[in-house]
């Protein structure tokens, strides 16, 4: 029925205006007003193959800039995955002799800024192959099937463009592939279903014995949003985890970055590298980048230490800012960053690099630690101590106040998280409990039984402290730094008397 849809149209639409005439009505203001209808779809239609035309042509226009996998820090494991699954690509011979049937697509699964995009340019350049790249959003339009023709124009354009360039594969880069490859819900089918169903169809449309053959790259930061039509083998053959990079592949990603750039004789990058865990790649870049603006800024010639160490904080939390804030305010923001301070020098001693009260970003003041050992698994005694030190300003506030203040929100944010690992890990009360059957009563119950036992700890510890917060404040307020050695002084002289 949907297919003569048209053609009934087309029939229908002279009876209807005959009987309007038949019965005296007046049909001119349906005729133009049909005619305008008429007008908007079809504008509409044309707008929309013109968007696909014009996005073709930038595809075609781009060109790849060479980029090899050694150019790509801070991935090995994922380099490793990848590059094994492209030998199938390129070592066609071999595998076809032991009846290997040729991978499909591969999805690269994992945070923003962690280089699938620059993975996905890289297999292109190691397996000789045209090169294609599209966002997931690019297919994503309210007019019924322009996605699912964008698909297909996007196939019939690798194939064209292969062969043209007399090449024998191409590889299609789909960026956010959650957009048009989420989990249907069985229910009315939706514009990116019919963009989705084409996809698979053209995955399938795959041969290992055509030419050129065809190879999906997707991207997304979502794998668990995927539909599993998607997943399954036979289309994504190969899932591979491309994560944040650990200490070694941070240093390697610095270095990659600091070649083009005057470093200074003496700078320390290993050191920058342990200050930056949990940091992607794009991040890492950024740092480097902020750091020739300071440079610059100070008319210096070279990149010293102290300007990596100023962007891994704009990076991390933003650009200085010119808040203006009262005396009453200063005090109190002094005094909630010394109680993260002192907690965070009771948990971990020697953790602490720098108290400082200026404005950056959406912090009126923060702590700035000494870099710790990469860690990836946590006991509850260690997560307890990183929940204390983030209630540890709000306990300041109320020693000295009586109560606390908004500034104590993104801690409190930060210390739910913290007891939401603890429930999913099994390392409260509950037991081991599947997290998803909690109530919101559960998990507000929880979290009160956590973090008031542990705020009164934190009260404990600070008072028992006192003295520190009187004998920095004054320092603090006047200098609007205090480093952790000076810090560290202070509170050692405390804990002798």
Wanted: proline content about 3%; hydrophobic content about 40%.
């Amino acid at each position: 029925m949907m297919k003569y849809s048209k053609e009934i149209a087309i029939g229908i639409l002279p009876v209807l205006i005959a009987f309007f005439i038949y019965v005296g009505q007046n049909v001119v203001p349906i005729l133009l007003l049909g005619l305008l209808g008429f007008t908007v779809v079809y504008a509409a239609r044309g707008r929309g193959k013109l968007t696909a035309l014009s996005s073709q042509k930038r595809r075609s226009e781009e060109k790849l800039i060479p980029l090899t996998f050694e150019e790509i820090g801070g991935q090995e494991r994922a380099k490793q995955e990848l590059v094994e699954a492209l030998d199938f690509l390129v070592h066609q011979e071999k595998i076809a002799k032991l009846g290997i049937r040729p991978l499909k697509g591969i999805l690269l699964s994992g945070p923003p800024g962690t280089g699938k995009t620059l993975l996905a340019k890289a297999a292109a350049q190691y397996t000789d192959s045209i090169y294609l790249a599209a966002s997931g959003s690019e297919f994503v339009e309210m007019y019924v099937g322009v996605g699912a023709g964008r698909i297909r124009d996007l196939f019939k354009e690798a194939r064209t463009k292969a062969n043209k360039a007399k090449k024998s594969s191409a590889v299609i880069f789909i960026d956010e592939i959650e957009v048009i490859g989420g989990k249907r819900d069985g229910g009315q089918q939706r514009e990116y279903d019919q963009t989705l169903n084409q996809l698979l169809t053209e995955m399938d449309g795959i041969y290992a014995n055509e030419s050129p053959r065809i190879l999906l790259i997707a991207a997304t930061n979502r794998k668990e949003m995927l539909d599993s039509a998607l997943l399954r083998p036979g289309r994504f053959d190969r899932h591979i985890g491309v994560e944040l990079p650990d200490k070694k592949g941070r240093l390697h990603i610095l270095n990659i970055h600091a070649k083009n750039k005057p470093i200074r004789t003496g700078v320390n990058l290993e050191r920058i590298a342990s200050e930056s865990f949990g940091f992607s790649g794009a991040q890492l870049e950024s740092v480097m980048n902020e750091a020739a603006i300071y440079a610059m800024r100070e008319n210096s010639e070279t990149i010293a230490e102290q300007h990596l160490s100023m962007a891994i904080d704009k990076v991390m939390m933003g650009e200085k800012t010119d808040r203006e804030t009262s005396k009453e305010e200063r005090e109190r923001i002094a005094l909630h960053e010394l109680g993260h301070a002192i907690m965070a020098e009771l948990m971990r001693p020697g953790s602490v690099s720098q108290v400082a009260l200026s404005p950056r970003g959406q912090a009126l003041g923060y702590v700035r630690h000494n870099p710790q050992q990469d860690q990836y698994l946590y006991t509850k005694q260690f997560l307890n101590g990183q929940i204390m030190i983030a209630l540890g300003g709000a306990a300041a506030e109320e020693m000295f106040y009586g109560d606390r203040s908004t500034g104590s929100r993104g801690d409190f944010e930060q210390s739910m998280n913290i007891v939401k690992t603890l429930v999913e890990s099994g390392l409260t009360e509950l037991g081991i409990i599947d997290s998803s059957m909690m109530t919101k009563e559960g998990w507000a119950s929880i979290n009160r039984s956590i973090l008031d036992e542990l705020m009164l700890q934190t009260k404990g510890l600070l008072e028992t402290n006192r003295e520190v917060f009187i004998k920095s404040l004054q320092t603090l307020l006047r200098e609007e730094t205090l480093s952790g050695d000076e810090f560290r002084k202070l509170f050692s002289s405390n804990t002798a008397a």
